[in-house]
């Protein structure tokens, strides 16, 4: 923003003085790259104090690096919210463009206090108690709501089935559209809405389904309930399914440190680099998980092995349209990580592995 | 004498472009139209004590304000500043020649001081666009707007 001057007044007498001619305002000059350099700073939260759990943090970092929404399902304790806070210091930076993007709707609510350009990733982690309303936004007045809030960074919902059932389905739209248009009957506002979705649910109201060591058991009515309260819509719109399960004793206390984010944070930025390489072109399409049905086509071309092994896949676990083609946008995400050039069967095959919720009897 | 100033109303996360024209004639009242909302409209009594605390006044005359396009609803406190300028130009109190030249926004406190204001980054993009004008916003609003 270069030809533009901008006075910071902070009294009425200034403004006056100013426009009889009478003093010069300094006009504030600001280096935005300076600035955007200096935010780059990183969190407290770091993985390398996630003690084990490497399936979920390499889960993580795909997600990191495609942009891909992902829920995590574990028993109470198995350290689902400490991974899922961990998840921005592994995001990569902001460009400028998305810095502004984001600046801009919470300088609409705002919530730009003194930092400035918001160059940190936005993490939202409304409580469940919310209304669809402060989710997706709205009023009288349409106001943003938390998922434009959490625009170009991660919307945080923590036991998933504990929020209202309306409040997820409003989801459901943005999730796809990538951005919210509120419509009155007088106007429509459209706010962008382009996060990624990290959830966490326990298995059971009780937590311990499905883990090994537990006796506990829910009878399969509390179950079905339970998992009732989360469509098979919105399970659908998630990429990436995992199951969390709690660390055994000996990996806690080792003293070893575990892999750090930054040296997570540099994978991510290569396979993001190689993400904006592709779609350099395109104005809609940022990276993987953005990608539209054309594209998928286009960028993750099977070879026989490969499809044989998807269609397989596909039969034995009845999986639904739109869940072949988040697997094949994994799929393009872990080529991306590896630096592949093409997706091949064994990128497919992790990628299947990451949709347990579609398998039928998961339940039991 | 009639003046214009110009302000930005933000809507979602796009600025448009206000004009705030002031006219002050014969007779007594204070008129405030261009769908103003509750907060725009109380701007009367913030601006006559921010004016009287600084040693101007609010001239006891007839003030027309007119805030166009006067469809498009007015909200906040932020066209304080520049209805209060708009106020001291027309009523000849100040001599400013180039007030068309900027966009003012930022709210008012009963001493003449200027509270910091939302949507500023989506008016600074806008008024980019325009390319006409310059901005005027409270100062802790000024943070690092980008240069």
Redesign the interface.
């Known amino acids: 923003?270069?030809?533009?001057?901008?006075?910071?007044?902070?009294?009425?007498?200034e403004?006056?003085s100013f426009?009889?001619g009478k003093t010069t305002l300094t006009?504030?000059?600001?280096?935005?790259r300076a600035?955007f350099q200096k935010q780059l700073k990183h969190d407290e939260f770091d993985f390398s104090d996630v003690k084990g759990q490497e399936t979920i943090k390499r889960c993580m970092e795909i997600a990191a690096a495609g942009g891909h929404n992902i829920i995590l399902i574990g028993p109470p304790g198995a350290g689902k919210t400490m991974l899922a806070k961990r998840l921005p210091s592994i995001l990569p930076p902001m460009t400028l463009q998305e810095a502004?993007e984001t600046?801009?709707?919470h300088?609409?609510?705002?919530k730009?206090k003194?930092?400035?350009?918001i160059s940190v990733r936005p993490f939202r982690s409304p409580h469940h108690t919310i209304s669809d309303v402060a989710l997706v936004g709205g009023g009288g007045?349409?106001q943003?709501g938390e998922i434009s809030l959490a625009h170009n960074g991660v919307l945080f919902l923590d036991e998933l089935p504990e929020f209202k059932r309306g409040a997820l389905e409003v989801m459901r739209q943005p999730l796809e559209d990538r951005e919210v248009t509120i419509a009155r009957a007088k106007?429509t506002?459209?706010?962008?809405a382009s996060f990624m979705l990290v959830a966490s649910m326990n298995p059971s109201p009780s937590g311990y389904f499905n883990d090994p060591h537990s006796k506990m058991g829910p009878s399969p009515m509390e179950m079905q309930r339970y998992m009732g309260k989360i469509s098979g819509p919105l399970l659908d719109r998630i990429d990436l399914h995992i199951e969390v399960e709690p660390v055994p004793f000996e990996q806690l206390a080792d003293r070893q440190a575990a892999e750090s984010s930054a040296v997570i944070r540099e994978r991510v930025s290569k396979a993001r680099a190689r993400q904006s390489e592709r779609f350099k072109s395109n104005t809609k399409t940022h990276y993987n998980a953005q990608m539209t049905t054309r594209q998928i086509r286009n960028y993750c071309r099977l070879d026989n092995a490969s499809s044989s092994l998807l269609k397989q896949a596909m039969e034995r676990l009845s999986l639904s349209a739109r869940a072949y083609d988040r697997i094949l946008k994994v799929a393009r995400t872990i080529a991306d990580l590896e630096a592949a050039e093409n997706v091949v069967a064994s990128h497919i095959a992790e990628a299947i592995q990451y949709r347990s919720l579609d398998r039928e009897g998961w339940m039991g | 004498m009639l003046i214009s100033v110009y302000g930005s109303s933000v809507f979602a996360v796009e600025a448009s472009l206000i004009t705030i024209e002031v006219n002050i004639g014969k007779g007594i009242g204070y008129h405030l139209v261009g769908l103003p909302d509750n907060a725009v409209k109380e701007s009367n009594y913030r601006i006559a004590a921010a004016l009287n605390n600084i040693n101007y006044k609010l001239p006891g005359k007839k003030i027309t304000i007119n805030m166009a396009p006067a469809d498009v609803r007015k909200e906040g406190s932020a066209y304080d500043l520049p209805i209060a300028i708009g106020i001291l130009g027309a009523s000849s109190q100040i001599q400013a020649p180039e007030l068309d030249r900027y966009i003012i926004m930022g709210e008012l406190a009963l001493d003449g001081g200027i509270r910091p204001i939302r949507g500023v980054l989506p008016i600074a993009i806008q008024a980019l666009k325009m390319v006409l004008k310059d901005l005027f916003f409270p100062r802790k609003m000024l943070w690092r707007l980008l240069l």
């Open positions: 923003m270069k030809d533009l001057e901008v006075y910071g007044v902070s009294n009425l007498k403004v006056i426009f009889e006009r504030t000059v600001v280096d935005t600035e502004l600046t801009k709707i300088s609409v609510v705002g730009v003194d930092q400035g350009l007045y349409p943003p106007f506002v459209t706010y962008p």
